[in-house]
């Protein structure tokens, strides 16, 4: 047993110090208050305990980051399973779950059967993956096992994922059993920004226009579109990175005639605004486009007053090249992946989101709608997926482990830093260094949803 004592344990629910204790990779007793060490470990401590005193130092869940395009199969110049899911797990993420618009893409149940394979001692963290429709398999999705829910591409992004026929749609919504993550770009109106932009400045557009091509407006008749659909057919829908003020509220009220739906943002959008541009330049560019600074305030209060459910890295690196081209070729995204957890740790000492609000935002929400076994949370039984932060520490992001070798983060600067990472009940992260030779994630397990 190892028990780890005078920590302030944060979770979705309280911040306390007590004492929190492990065994055979799990936790199995947390204590609180007078007597906490006693009440971790349900009696006296047993002899061979090895202590680790916590003392000013944050005991959280490791993250779990449930959208993240790590490139494998089909674009492994970029990334590949086992050098981003190291980076991850630098980063404090201790599960990931990975997009499925990869060449091939992971719309069959072979394709998820090879990433799963690939998978197997590669990946630093524990794994999962989506599984992502097209407009021919929408109804074979339901029969497919060991998804871990379906992306469906209401817009349309890196890869050929499109579904926009309304027929599809209906179809998918009506699936049961795993929750409908969607990305929400209306097609049409981008197309016809995009067009507007064209004329105006032949195929040389300035990057900051990223945000009028793909725009507000783009997001929101999407998102109403499947907001409506959701409520209509009770639907487990995940709205994925939400990057609008106006999202935020129809989410808000949407939740109420659906308590199924939930949403999520990324880092990104709480941290980057339109202003960005000028010294990122398309490096900063990614879909949904990072809009305005009110846009990023109020996305700030709907993270902090849980109308967001979690947040996803969307982690999707690319080469610094492809990055440079100009504005019509450059790809969409960006790494962060390593960052995500540390810059939500930076707004929680910088702005009003409670830390408890972050442990909710990346570990227990995600483990809840993705039906994660045993995952995100401190709580006996639950693996011991641990992070122990130091909450006052100041630092500067530094280069990533990234295959690709950039995040739009470098040079930034973090409050709280991530001193060690545990996964499974083993030290696997020390002062920023992987500990282990090889990687040492398992797959992750499902329960049905509800
Ligand atoms: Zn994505």
């Not at 929190?20 to 906490?36: T, V």
């Not at 973090?414 to 090889?438: A, P, Y």
Request: glycine share 10%; net charge negative.
């Amino acid at each position: 047993m190892i028990l780890f004592t005078q920590a302030q344990i944060v979770t979705g629910a309280s911040s306390e110090q007590g004492a929190l204790a492990i065994d055979k990779g799990r936790i199995c007793g947390i204590g609180y208050g007078e007597n906490a060490v006693e009440k971790a470990c349900g009696g006296p401590l047993p002899a061979g305990t090895e202590v680790i005193d916590l003392q000013g130092k944050v005991l959280m869940a490791g993250g779990i980051d449930a959208h993240v395009h790590f490139r494998e199969p089909g674009m492994m110049q970029k990334a590949d399973m086992s050098s981003e899911s190291r980076a991850a797990l630098l980063g404090g993420i201790t599960s990931c779950i990975d997009m499925p618009n990869t060449l091939p893409p992971t719309t069959s149940a072979e394709a998820l059967q090879d990433k799963l394979e690939r998978a197997r001692g590669r990946f630093w963290t524990d794994y999962g993956f989506h599984i992502g429709a097209t407009a021919d398999n929408a109804a074979t999705l339901a029969g497919i096992p060991g998804a871990a829910g379906i992306k469906v591409f209401m817009g349309s992004s890196t890869g050929n994922l499109l579904v926009d026929r309304p027929e599809v749609l209906e179809t998918l919504f009506g699936l049961t059993g795993r929750v409908i993550l969607v990305h929400s770009e209306d097609e049409k109106t981008i197309r016809e920004n995009l067009k507007k932009a064209q004329e105006q400045f032949g195929e040389d557009i300035p990057i900051r226009f990223h945000s009028s091509i793909r725009s507000r407006r783009a997001c929101l008749v999407s998102s109403m579109a499947a907001l409506e659909m959701a409520i209509a057919k009770g639907t487990r829908l995940h709205l994925l990175h939400v990057s609008t003020k106006e999202e935020a509220e129809m989410i808000r009220a949407a939740k109420i005639h659906n308590p199924g739906i939930t949403a999520e943002t990324s880092a990104n959008y709480l941290w980057f605004c339109e202003e960005d541009y000028d010294r990122l330049g398309s490096r900063l560019k990614c879909n949904p486009a990072v809009k305005t600074a009110a846009d990023r305030e109020v996305l700030r209060e709907a993270v902090a007053n849980g109308v967001i459910d979690t947040i996803g890295s969307d982690h999707a690196p690319h080469l610094p090249a492809e990055k440079a081209r100009p504005y019509l070729s450059c790809p969409s995204g960006m790494p962060t992946v390593q960052e995500s957890f540390s810059a939500m740790l930076t707004l929680a000492a910088r702005t009003d989101l409670p830390l408890t609000q972050v442990a909710a935002l990346m570990s227990e929400n995600a483990a809840r709608i993705f039906g994660l076994q045993n995952k995100g949370k401190l709580a006996p039984g639950y693996d011991a997926d641990l992070l122990i932060i130091d909450p006052k520490a100041e630092w500067t992001v530094g280069k990533p482990a990234y295959k690709c070798g950039w995040t739009p983060y470098e040079g930034m600067s973090f409050t709280g830093r991530i001193l060690e990472v545990w996964l499974r009940g083993e030290k696997v992260v020390e002062k920023g260094e992987t500990l282990n030779d090889s990687p040492s994630g398992e797959p992750l397990v499902y329960r049905p949803i509800g």
